[in-house]
């Protein structure tokens, strides 16, 4: 007899507060998406979220906000432009994909050598564990999915550079490709920034492990993203 298939995303979507956070982030996400601007204006609105994007990835691993020649705004930049295609990539070869946001976000960063190619001292079983993961289907919302993702390649240091933007671009793939943020015209990476002083010690307890803080930080991930939608509308209202 074989045993039920569990799902781990699903059981994460049932902590406390996880499911209206989601869903929160979610109605925030359509409401920007619906905005008139995006009717007529959605090209515009894509590139100046993927800039701001950009600026508040980099600013949250201590780029200048304001400095756009900074390396790794340049690298999240990169990443956030091959969005569409990597999202369509991301279900069937997520490694692949992750390789690809290293090489875009890590140019200038670490040595060309190195781009897209694993840390030594990797821990493969548990970066494995997240790439079958994601390649499952699952039960759970996506903004959970996007959240454990982040944190998952926040913990692991794949690379060993330019994590932190691989992480929160993988984010940005996982919601445009789950289909919250069909077009990619939210803000979640200015929505952490909002949130930076917690960002970090939320982290912290998640990588302990404990539902506690898993859930916590997954609740934290969803409202970055309902505040990236807001950063998503302002961007729509300054087009009008």
Do not use: N
């Amino acid at each position: 007899m074989t045993a039920p298939r569990t799902d781990p995303l699903a059981d994460v979507a049932a902590l406390s507060g996880v499911g209206a956070a989601s869903a929160h982030a979610r109605d925030a996400i359509d409401a920007l998406l619906r905005h008139a601007v995006m009717r007529r204006d959605a090209a515009r609105v894509v590139a100046e979220s993927a800039v701001r994007g950009a600026t508040a990835s980099a600013a949250l691993d201590g780029a200048a906000p304001d400095d756009t020649d900074d390396p790794r705004v340049q690298g999240a930049l990169r990443a956030i432009g091959e969005l569409p295609a990597l999202a369509l990539a991301w279900r069937q070869r997520p490694r692949q994909v992750l390789a690809r946001l290293h090489v875009l976000a890590a140019r200038g960063v670490t040595d060309d050598a190195a781009l897209g190619q694993p840390r030594p001292d990797l821990d493969h079983a548990r970066f494995d564990q997240l790439l079958d993961l994601v390649a499952t289907p699952t039960a759970a919302p996506t903004a959970v999915v996007a959240a454990i993702v982040h944190g998952e390649l926040l913990a692991l240091r794949p690379f060993g550079s330019a994590d932190g933007l691989v992480a929160r671009a993988a984010e940005r793939v996982v919601l445009v490709a789950g289909g919250v943020d069909t077009k990619a015209v939210s803000v979640p990476e200015a929505g952490h920034l909002d949130l930076a002083r917690a960002y970090l010690p939320l982290h912290e307890q998640y990588r302990d492990g404990g539902p506690l803080g898993v859930g916590a930080w997954v609740r934290h991930c969803c409202d970055a993203y309902a505040r990236g939608a807001e950063h998503g509308l302002a961007v729509c209202r300054s087009l009008r």
